[in-house]
């Protein structure tokens, strides 16, 4: 099955510290999402993008929809030790009546040191 | 409270010793779904269903059943499991089509993790 490329695999940072993530795909998707998953949990909705090159913000995230619409980036700024979890982009395909497939990347496991 | 539910949480067992992982929603929701996680392969999608009586195969249904009897339930079934079915499973519910291009939110159960000695 098709897979998204997500980068980094993961990351190590000290709190305050800013962090960017990013998927990437061969494929076109009309919609990406990032989801966060916390230890011992499901993931979390925290963005859905809808267009080619929207920015939208959620607190201290902010994610952009690719122009090519083959790629999505996520950004948390002021990085906080409860951002502590898996970050997952998914993409969502309109097909048949599956509309509601999603994709997923392969994760990016954030650590935050205090 | 909203949820998707699913049990067990936790489960061991052996080859071939026929298992079911139970999910439910208190949601309405007319499209759930099985995914399975596994270190760097990220949620792959197992079996999906649209409503009452309809499922399809998603990316890795080898070696797993389901069925939709009943709109809020949908059982995840291993009739002989192997070794490689070792995983995180999560069930997952929303509303079903929409004639916009918005998303409908899937939302994810707490989890079962499988072990297949």
């Known amino acids: 099955g098709q897979q998204l490329n997500q980068s980094p695999q993961s990351m190590f940072i000290q709190e305050g510290e800013d962090v960017s993530m990013n998927c990437t795909s061969s494929s076109i998707f009309n919609t990406w999402l990032w989801y966060k998953q916390d230890p011992g949990e499901g993931p979390v909705l925290l963005i859905a993008l809808y267009k080619a090159g929207e920015l939208t913000s959620n607190g201290r995230l902010t994610a952009q929809f690719g122009i090519t619409r083959k790629d999505s980036f996520l950004n948390i700024s002021a990085s906080i030790p409860s951002d502590v979890g898996i970050y997952f982009c998914a993409g969502q395909l309109h097909y048949g009546g599956a509309t509601n497939k999603l994709i997923f990347g392969t994760g990016t496991l954030l650590a935050v040191q205090p | 409270e909203a949820q998707v539910t699913q049990n067990p949480r936790y489960l061991i067992t052996v080859t071939g010793k026929k298992l079911t992982v139970t999910c439910s929603q208190n949601m309405n929701h007319e499209y759930m779904s099985w995914y399975r996680q596994d270190p760097g392969l990220g949620l792959r999608q197992i079996y999906y269903?649209?409503?009452?009586?309809?499922?399809d195969k998603g990316d890795v249904p080898e070696g797993y059943k389901v069925s939709r009897k009943e709109k809020r339930n949908f059982p995840l079934i291993l009739e002989s499991p192997s070794p490689n079915q070792t995983s995180l499973y999560f069930c997952?519910?929303?509303?079903?089509?929409?004639?916009?291009?918005?998303?409908?939110?899937?939302?994810f159960g707490p989890g079962t993790r499988l072990t297949v000695l």
């Open positions: 269903s649209m409503n009452v009586e309809v499922t």
């Open positions: 997952a519910s929303s509303y079903g089509r929409t004639s916009g291009s918005f998303y409908n939110e899937q939302f």
